[in-house]
């Protein structure tokens, strides 16, 4: 065994922020600005699910071909993510949806698992840390995070605030598909068998129904810094 010297300091490991929380919640806002607070990396992992959502439907195959969403799941690739058309379409409801059919099958989520954790882990530019959100980033990705938050808020709140979102793309949308969408989305979401939507233990419940964005902020971050700096 080959100790290390005493002049090279040891990698200090990273902080790990998870945020997760049902469709709208507020959660990918939220999670951004506390990478941008603390200067970590942040990975919205449903954006990784959008994608091999697009990657089945791009290749012509069923969302419900389990094997063509593995396949999208090993051939994804990270860099795609910010790419200007691309981006556009990971947006839309009907990706959502489709991601959502995509994410409850096991084999696609433990494509995509190392991924995510080699991101928490080791974030890129150097960063100290990293912000994760998702659905299952504090109890199945990152289980051992310093500090763990779920965002949540009424539906017919997060559907309204999805509905205005998605309204500037998409003049045709109604308020109510919008509403059903999200529903059915969160039945989805918390009811699969495989790292179903749920809050850890350890995770901090923030709702953003009658918050706006700068109290919202506020209130995640006095949650956050009790658990990093007691
Ligand atoms: O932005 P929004 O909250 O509408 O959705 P998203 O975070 O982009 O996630 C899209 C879909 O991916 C969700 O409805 C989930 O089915 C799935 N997802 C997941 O299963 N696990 C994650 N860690 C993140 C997303």
Redesign the pocket.
């Known amino acids: 065994m080959t100790d290390t010297p005493l002049t090279e300091p040891l990698p200090r490991a990273a902080c790990i922020i998870a945020v ?6 507020g ?2 806002t939220l999670a951004r600005r506390l990478a941008a607070h603390y200067d970590f990396a942040y990975l ?7 994608a091999v959502a697009l990657g089945v439907m791009d290749a012509g195959d069923q969302i419900e071909d389990e094997s063509a969403a593995v396949r999208a799941a090993e051939n994804l690739n990270m860099a795609r993510l910010e790419e200007g058309d691309f981006a556009a379409r ?2 839309t409801a009907d990706t ?2 489709a ?2 059919v995509v ?2 099958m096991a084999p696609v ?1 433990a494509a995509i698992l190392a991924a ?1 954790r080699q991101f928490a882990t080791m974030p890129p530019d150097n960063k100290a840390g990293a912000v ?6 504090g109890t199945v ?1 990152c289980p051992d995070a310093a500090a763990k938050l779920f965002i949540t808020a009424r539906a017919e709140i997060r559907a309204q605030r ?1 509905f205005t979102e998605l309204r500037e793309n998409d003049g045709s949308l109604s308020f109510e598909t919008v509403l059903a969408d ?1 529903q059915a ?1 969160d039945g ?2 918390a009811n ?1 068998a495989t ?1 179903p ?1 749920k809050q850890a233990d350890d995770a901090a419940l923030l709702d953003t129904s009658d918050l706006s964005i700068e109290e919202a902020f506020a209130a995640a971050l006095a949650r956050v810094e009790a658990k990093l700096n007691p």
């Not at 997760?20 to 919640?25: F, R």
């Not at 994760?132 to 980033?137: A, P, V």
């Open positions: 997760d929380g049902p469709a709208a919640s959660k990918g919205d992992t449903g954006a990784l699910y959008r990971l947006r959502g949806l991601a959502s994410a409850a989520r995510q994760l959100d998702g659905r299952d980033i990705v999805r999200i989305r989805r979401d699969r790292a939507m």
